[in-house]
């Protein structure tokens, strides 16, 4: 019997502490003061104080609070599935319809699927958040039914949402979401808050958007491209709802990069056209190049050179029409494949594709070179050479200058008295032929071929020429149109 009054003892004193020291129901133990200011802290002025600055510290950041199980679902249904529920989503979450319901859209991007520049499509995935105040949710709210929750997710079939759908799209336009989406619901109790007994709703539906998008390849693989993700409400206008975006660009956070683009930048902007309102996603896109530079850029280069190397190959080989051949081909398979990665659009075209072609124009020009310059190599050697040719080669040749020094070293040649002289003196037949004929061979002695060129030689004076043209044209052209390419990196 003295143990039980002892214990009985024991548990009166235990409980008056616990009332002096509460004095509004906090538990033992409970750190006073900083997890609820309502709970008073044992001592001295000091630690009134030091209540006071931490509340002060910790307005900003609400404390989370939940209620039961019991509570929050006593909650769900006297709101939203009794047969006496105030809530109803077919109605403008307002109680003056005249107002306007400011909805904050934010995007973060998740990853960047496909980019299809041929039909100028944009695949992206990502997450939007949508947030906006619902004045009717919190209407059958009571403390002491429901607690002292600050927050709660809500199905979404349950609730009004704005009717955001993906106006540029290139497959469907719907809204976005789904009923298995949760909405989470923050209930504002706070007299100095505008919107005071009203629940902030924050809606995250996951999204797989792929919009139209314009593609400028002019300076491709340096190309930037900016795409456009617009979202507009369908069945309102900007005076019932209006998109507000906190956030100037995307949120990044969970992105995944790209192995073809990289994101130079992006913003939000709201725009209102025709009385409605959307939302505006540029993104700016810049294409990774080191693929194509290795794959692309260096075998066209490399491919330039060769085409001037076919005039090294010795006529003899045989070779020359099937490597010329062979190296026009080539550049047409380019000019082919990087043809069907572009649009088919002509404004504008890209720098790399005149580039190509204008290398199939030189690649053509070598092949016709070459087989020119084999028919001139082939030409039999009793063939006359036209005069023109014999001074134009002998002047590349610099055989016109040789032939004249070596003239004044030997002996002149006899003139048409001389000869008629001489003729005469042997006596032979040519003696008997006239001075006009004497003269004609005179003449004979003197032909228009003095330099001694062949067709051989006018072959081989060909080849250097045109090695050395074909090779600065292709030099040319790769300033032309690489040099802007080049100013884009």
């Known amino acids: 019997m003295a143990t039980l009054h002892y214990i009985f003892y024991l548990w009166i004193l235990f409980a008056s502490e616990y009332v002096q020291s509460s004095g509004k129901g906090c538990a033992p133990g409970q750190n006073k003061g900083a997890q609820d200011p309502s709970c008073p802290s044992s001592g001295g002025g000091s630690s009134g104080a030091t209540t006071a600055a931490t509340a002060e510290t910790t307005t900003a950041v609400p404390t989370r609070q939940y209620s039961s199980s019991e509570q929050m679902a006593s909650f769900i249904v006297d709101t939203f599935t009794s047969s006496t529920a105030t809530y109803n989503n077919l109605i403008f979450p307002r109680k003056n319809f005249n107002d306007t319901i400011l909805v904050d859209i934010g995007f973060s991007l998740i990853a960047i699927t496909d980019f299809d520049e041929v039909a100028g499509t944009l695949e992206v995935i990502g997450i939007l958040t949508i947030t906006w105040y619902d004045e009717l949710v919190d209407d059958s709210y009571s403390s002491s039914v429901h607690g002292p929750f600050t927050e709660i997710a809500i199905p979404n079939g349950f609730l009004w949402k704005p009717p955001v759908s993906l106006f540029n799209s290139a497959s469907a336009i719907e809204p976005v979401g ?17 919107y005071n007994r009203h629940g902030k709703m924050e809606w995250r539906p996951g999204v797989i958007t792929k919009t139209g998008c314009t593609v400028d390849v002019a300076y491709f693989p340096f190309d930037r491209q900016t795409c ?55 993104i700016t896109l810049e294409r990774k190049p080191t693929y194509y530079l290795v794959n692309f850029f260096l075998p066209i280069l490399i491919l330039g050179i060769l085409t001037a190397l076919v005039f090294i190959l010795p006529l003899e080989s045989g070779e020359r029409v099937g490597y010329s051949v062979t190296g026009f081909l080539t550049f047409a398979v380019y000019l082919t494949l990087i043809a069907e990665g572009m649009p088919r659009t002509s404004e504008p075209m890209a720098i790399l594709s005149y580039y190509l072609m204008s290398m199939v124009v030189v690649s053509a020009a070598a ?105 600065a044209g292709s030099v040319a052209i790769a300033i032309v149109f690489l040099v802007p390419l080049a100013a884009q990196m």
């Not at 789904?178 to 505008?194: A, C, E, K």
């Not at 069945?235 to 956030?247: I, L, N, R, Y």
């Open 178 to 194: 789904d009923t298995s989406n949760y909405v989470r619901m923050y209930r504002i109790d706070d007299s100095n808050d505008p």
């Open 228 to 282: 456009n993700i617009t979202f507009t409400h369908w069945g309102f206008t900007d005076k019932q709802v209006k998109f507000e975006p906190s956030a100037s660009s995307l949120d990044l956070t969970d992105y995944s990069p790209s192995d073809e683009w990289s994101i130079e930048q992006s913003r939000l902007v709201e725009e209102t056209v025709d009385g409605g309102s959307f939302v505006k996603i540029e």
């Open 367 to 471: 092949t016709i070179i070459t087989v020119f310059t084999l028919r001139i190599f082939l030409k039999e050697e009793n063939d006359p050479i036209p005069a023109c040719i014999v001074y134009f080669i002998a002047g590349l040749n610099c055989l016109i200058c040789t032939k004249e020094e070596d003239d004044d070293d030997e002996t002149p040649l006899l003139g048409p008295d001389a000869v008629e002289l001489q003729t005469t003196r042997v006596g032979s037949a040519k003696a008997r032929r006239s001075r006009i004929e004497v003269e004609s061979i005179a003449s004979d002695d003197h032909p228009d071929n003095k330099y001694d060129v062949d067709w051989k030689l006018v072959a081989s004076t060909l080849d250097i020429f045109s090695l050395v043209a074909i090779m």
